[in-house]
């Protein structure tokens, strides 16, 4: 490992005195700050290259006046600041690629204040997102946000990164939530960005990934306990069919709570593992893939984890088949569908949808699969990094478009990865306008070195078919390193704004450089 | 500057059919939005200033950017310029059973340009958010003349939302040629509710609770004298009777009583409004005052004091920053009231 810059040295004995105790310089914390969960990284790590980044040091603040303290000082330094909330992030956008300072934000978890008159609540940004839920949970209130990280992410990272819970087809992405949040951008100052004003700061500042500052506390609108929960699943033909039964209800005004269609492959793995405890929602390929790792053997015959270790090695042939055997499958698409809120309410619109399904050929599963997926949600892809140990890698791409689209943006991004990695998809996150498609991809490579050379391929050929499609290359994971290459396509000359917003709040640049495309 | 010479130039760009002097400025009335590009070429290249209905330089109109550019049935988006009313859009979209959702009656004759550039508080709904929610996309002109256009998806988390700095920014830091707008079918039942209160601040808690409580209304009003709250709910028959019914259980939980629908208040046709976030919504004050007169509520914000001026607050200095680095030589208009 690197010993510390020398600009770093003269700027640790300032941090001490800011934050006496708090601050750290050993190899271990600077290892444990070295990498987040992508998947790229991960391939390194499985090679035996555990920390490719570490940071020059790592801070811990408790206050938004620390916070802006320690900015400033790190500006005067010129020393870059990577923001730190649980590393859970899978584009490599908290990796300190230039060295410098880790600010981690955990130790800014308190919960502020819950207005139960105009349903917001107030927290730190550090705060876990498990924690945040259960402290709401037990006043009577929940925030509707549960992305499958939630017990490893931090309420500061869902507003850094737009990110999206299972949930938010009824109480929205985190940005929809935004009511307002403190920012200390790159030159120290504090600001206080409200939402739905004109303009909209706040929309701003959220998604900027720590690359304009430190979003240290924020209010969410807040919504009851729901009083009711139904979850129903239902099988259509075809991918087609489903996305059609869902569009026509969100255009009809209907705001299910959860809208999950799985495509042929993804609901076949799906119901083939349901009994079983290694069943993953969203990550039944991960399932499958799991009888590749040291535990997973266990109870797995040797020809059927060989098997899969082959295909793969060759996943053309794999999407070849898959593709000509699927269309015979029984019993389709999985389609579960759930309501919740207000009794009255909830039950009105679950009676609509219904007959709503119906009328596009659905055929009713029962409680069934909804249930399952409840009780599996959580089950998140990070406790897969032993697949990586066995040589595969496996990754998701998240993207979106609206629904005249969203076919063809299927298909363009299936047929761009197949010939490299075995893929299947599902569709969450329905909006009136448009919905994203979540890809599930898993491939191997003899060496590391091909590992990720193909790793990156897959990328590319994908994040390209999406872009030619019109759909934009993240929904809710983020852009950080991994997608950076791609934002001049994503947003053409609209990134001057972006960049005039650089400029404005960190003139000097150090805050999280290198990623986003700036 | 001479401004024979900028009338010249922008003859040249836009035809001198669309060009026209007057007192210390030149009219200019584009009619695409690669004219606008070039004209604000023009104006940068001549050191003029220029603005929608700018009073000196180059004043655009965009009276002749009034048309439906695409209509995407399959997923209720349209994509107009700047310059087509928001009456003109619903009298298209109404052919086809498609509408914005409710504007204020005197917000109709606002183009889009102006809604979304200058979005009022009232120009909201609890179920569709601000007017400026409605915006998928936009593409517009920044001061050097950069065209930007904005990728159009349900949502994204590719960085800012870099629209915002052109919607709500009162053409201070770009110029609106088109948008791309998402519209909703007319609901097959709507049902209007209205209740008579104790007191407007029971009106007023009735209100946010409904909010709270989860129901989604088409419009949401409470009016101060007599306290009356009023409920409009759209959607399928069986949706909307229980929205309704939610309204009137919450509404009796405040002693709420049913009352035939007032006529809308006075304010919903005088655009003197002031945007105040729910939770900071006081009734007792003001209304001891005599001055508030009506609240229009939605997504959880705003209120309506009489003759309270609408002017926009102060410009933030995040704002003020990025007009300096966007617009350095002041081409555009200013922050009202800077």
Known sequence: MPSPLSRTAELIPELEALCPGRVSTTPPDRAAYARDLWPRGLIGVAAGDPAPYPPDAVVWPTTTDEVAAIVKAAARHRTP??????????????????????????????????????????????????????????????MGHFPSSIMCSTYGGWLAARSAGQLSTKYGKIEDMVRRLTLVDGRGEVHELEAGGAPDLCQLAVGSEGTLGLITRATCTVARLPEARLLRGWAFPRVSAGCEAIRRLLQRGLRPAVVRLYDELDSLLHRTERDEETVREGASLEAWLAMLTPKGRAGVSDWKRRAISAALLRPDLVNKLAGAVLPYARQGCLLIVGFEGERGLAEAEARAATLELERAGGRDLGPGPGERWLKHRYAVSFRMSKVFDAGAFVDTMEVATSWDRLLELYQAVRQAVSPLAFIMAHFSHAYPDGCSIYFTFAARGGSRAEAERKYDQIWRAGLAAATKVGATISHHHGVGLSKAPFMPEEHGEAMAIYRALKDVLDPHHIMNPGKMGL | M?????????????????????????????????????????????????????????????????????????????????????????????????????????????????????????????????????????????????????????????????????????????????????????????????????????????????????????????????????????????????????????????????????????????????????????????????????????????????????????????????????????????????
């Not at chain 1, 105009?118 to 940004?125: D, I, L, R, V, Y």
């Open chain 2, 2 to 338: 001479t401004l024979d010479l900028l009338e010249e130039r922008l003859r040249h760009a836009v035809g001198a059919a669309h060009v026209s002097g007057e007192a210390g400025r030149v009219v200019v009335r584009p009619g695409s939005a690669a004219e606008i590009v070039d004209i604000v070429r023009v104006a940068r290249e001549l050191s003029a200033p220029l603005g929608v209905g700018a009073r000196r330089g180059v004043a655009l109109d965009l009276d002749r950017m009034h048309s439906v550019l695409h209509l995407d049935e399959t997923s209720l988006l349209v994509s107009a310029q700047a310059g087509l009313t928001a009456a003109g859009l619903e009298a298209q979209l109404a052919r086809r059973g498609l509408t914005l959702g409710p504007l204020p009656a005197w917000s109709r004759e606002r183009t889009i340009g102006a809604l979304l550039a200058a979005p009022r508080p009232s120009e909201a709904s609890p179920r569709l958010g601000r007017v400026t929610a409605l915006c998928a996309g936009v593409i517009g002109v920044l001061s050097d003349g950069t065209e930007v256009a904005t990728r159009v998806a349900p949502r994204k988390a590719t960085g800012p939302d870099l629209m915002h700095a052109l919607v709500g920014a009162r053409g201070t830091l770009g110029l609106i040629t088109s948008a791309t707008l998402r519209v909703c079918r007319r609901g097959e039942s709507r049902l209007e509710a209205a209740f008579r209160l104790p007191t407007v601040e029971a009106a007023l808690t009735a209100a946010r609770a409904l909010l709270v409580a989860g129901g989604r209304p088409l419009d949401l009003q409470v009016a101060c004298a007599p306290a009356t709250l009023t409920v409009t709910v759209d959607g399928t028959p069986a949706h909307a009777e229980a929205e309704q019914a939610l309204a009137a259980r919450i509404a009796a939980e405040h002693g709420g009583v049913p009352t035939p629908a007032l006529p809308p208040p006075a304010w919903t046709r005088a655009p003197h409004e002031r945007f105040v976030p729910i939770e900071r919504i006081e009734a007792a004050a003001p209304t001891t005052s005599g001055r508030v007169i009506g609240w229009h509520l939605y997504g959880a914000t705003c209120a309506d004091p009489e003759r309270a001026p609408e002017g926009p607050r102060a410009a933030s200095p995040l704002l003020a920053a990025l007009k300096r680095r966007l617009d350095p030589d002041e081409r555009l208009p200013a922050w009202p009231g800077t």
């Open chain 1, 81 to 142: 600041i990577v923001p730190f909330g649980a590393g859970s992030g899978v584009c490599g956008g908290a990796l300190p690629i230039h060295g410098g300072l880790v600010v981690d934000l955990k130790r800014m978890r308190r919960f502020l204040a819950l207005d139960e008159q105009a349903g917001t609540a107030t927290f730190e940004a550090g705060i876990v997102g498990e924690h945040l839920e259960h402290a709401l949970n037990r006043r009577g209130w929940t």
